[in-house]
């Protein structure tokens, strides 16, 4: 998810296997209530309560914990287990028809029951709304959903798709209730039906109050009695303050680098603590391959001769990432170094200098980085500047750097106005497909005019058709080598994941992983 347009993350352990074609086993969660409220702080918004339309981390956030899919990514790991579904399986050996089981005895939280009828309509209500704030675009594959019996549902895929196990089981896969949703309209009331460890009690723009939902039947094991989370609308100082005042008790997604190392070298008496956990988001520079120079090869590998990722790191995110050599980031099955291999770690003037040099350019360089802070982060323009100098220091470039609204952002890039601009990727699912489909198959997210037809006509169609995912890591090393060399983009870092709670706070580190799930029912508070 494109952060996320949003691009909407962490530890990771290698692919989803042959365990997804043999079925899953069941499991069965306590959603006792127990402990105490938790009160959580977050910079992002929540831009949709109904999953048709959120495509965001902070929309997917109030997805996974108060609706179910039919499959859910534990915490730690990165291949599906049955949640709504007692068992799940591709059917055929071409991959093309996946088939779960309900469990028995699924309600929704306002004591509706959960069938087959909910989890069709909820697919096939998405599909046709197709908000293009939404995740429909995830489901090209999907041709149809059958529903044999009130505990059957049978997908039937246009084509090979192992990952589909791995979609369903993401906020995509929300399974909503068919009596409380319209099937032609998106839900605008602000409230939520689903049948998720928690219910949605109320929502406004600065607050979401959740509670235990009783009738959940799943594998959460809830700690907590309810989760209050607190909107700051990317008010940093504020979400901050808020900590440090003792009015919440975690604070996620939104704290500057800044804070997160003042906190760290604070001595004890705040009462509070950082958590950390590893994250597969990433950000890169992408280059329109239209543009009069930046469609210029030499002018791309000069640059990729010239970034200095380490410095970016320690002067403008002090440690809170780290560089990526790659479009898939390490830790996702797949991974190669292959911007290292072809263009090393630092920089170099005199490579920069003669790839300039085979393009016939003997002059300065001159040349626009385009930032948007408002989607990526507050240190984007700065990371951006850093960049221009550093293209600057060489004497090959004259760089500057111009900020924009998200939306008029986006709006130009599609109308081709940016040669170089900034993206982030926060992935749907842990696989090296959420990290090469999405930026290099037909209708892209990049918007950069690149293509490939290696890419596209046969290693993207391969490796999705593979359901050995440890299979795949020839052909995406391929993926991955092809892009280095042709540069449509330049990966610039990998994030990490942090968290910074009171110390009466426990369970974070089971939110903070590679499946870009959340959980609540993690959170406990001593």
Excluded at 383 to 392: P, T, V, W
Excluded at 394 to 423: C, H, M, R
Aim: a negative charge; hydrophobic letters at 35%; aromatic letters at 10%.
């Amino acid at each position: 998810m494109n952060v996320r347009n949003q691009w909407s993350v962490l530890p990771i352990v290698a692919g989803l296997a042959s365990g997804l074609l043999t079925g899953c086993g069941s499991g069965t969660g306590d959603s006792g209530e127990s402990g105490s409220n938790v009160v959580m702080g977050m910079s992002d918004d929540v831009l949709s309560t109904d999953p048709a339309s959120g495509y965001d981390p902070g929309s997917w956030l109030l997805f996974n914990n108060v609706f179910q899919s039919l499959l859910s990514f534990p915490k730690g790991g990165t291949e599906p287990q049955p949640e709504a579904a007692r068992g799940c399986t591709f059917t055929d050996t071409s991959i093309k028809v996946y088939k779960c089981t309900l469990k028995d005895g699924l309600k929704f939280s306002n004591g509706d029951p959960l069938t087959s009828k909910d989890v069709k309509f909820s697919f096939d209500r998405m599909l046709k709304i197709n908000d293009e704030a939404g995740p429909a675009v995830m489901f090209p594959m999907l041709d149809s959903v059958q529903t044999p019996d009130e505990k059957t549902v049978v997908f039937n895929l246009k084509v090979a798709d192992a990952t589909f196990p791995s979609k369903i089981a993401s906020g995509a896969g929300s399974i909503v209730n068919h009596r409380q949703y319209d099937a032609n309209g998106l839900r605008k009331d602000g409230e939520a039906v689903g049948s998720g460890p928690y219910k949605l009690d109320s929502f406004s723009d600065d607050e979401a109050v959740f509670s235990v939902n009783e009738n959940y039947k799943g594998t959460a094991e809830v700690q907590n009695s309810g989760v209050t989370l607190k909107l700051f609308h990317g008010d940093q100082s504020a979400l901050k303050e808020a900590l440090l005042d003792n009015e919440i008790d975690i604070a996620y997604r939104g704290l500057s680098a800044g804070d997160i190392a003042d906190i760290e070298n604070a001595d004890d008496d705040a009462g509070v603590k950082v958590v950390e956990g590893s994250s597969a988001e990433v950000q890169h520079l992408v280059f329109n391959m239209d543009d009069p120079v930046a469609g210029q090869p030499g002018v791309r590998k000069a640059i990729a001769h010239l970034i200095d990722r380490e410095a970016l790191i320690e002067d403008v995110y002090q440690g809170t990432a780290t560089p990526l050599y790659s479009i898939i980031p390490a830790g996702i099955a797949g991974h190669n170094t292959a911007f290292f291999d072809t263009y090393g770690a630092r920089p170099s003037k005199a490579k920069a200098a003669a790839a300039l040099r085979a393009e016939g350019i003997t002059g300065k360089v001159k040349l626009t980085l385009w930032s948007t802070p408002s989607r990526y982060g507050p240190a984007t323009d700065q990371e951006l500047a850093a960049i221009a100098a550093q293209l600057n220091a060489s004497g090959l470039f004259t760089a500057d750097v111009q900020s924009v609204a998200f939306d008029q952002y986006e709006k130009d890039i599609a109308d081709g106005k940016y040669g170089v601009y900034v993206k982030g990727w926060v992935p749907d699912y842990p696989d090296a497909d959420n990290f090469t489909a999405p930026f290099f198959g037909e209708g892209n997210v990049l918007g950069n005019h690149y293509t490939n037809s290696k890419i596209t006509g046969t290693l993207i169609t391969s490796t999705a058709a593979e359901s050995d995912r440890a299979g795949t890591d020839e052909e995406f090393g391929e993926l991955q080598d092809i892009v280095a060399e042709e540069l449509p983009l330049l990966p610039v870092w990998q994030a990490k994941q942090y968290a910074v709670v009171r110390e009466t706070v426990y369970g974070l580190e089971y939110c903070l992983d590679a499946s870009t799930v959340f959980r609540f029912w993690e959170i406990g508070k001593g």
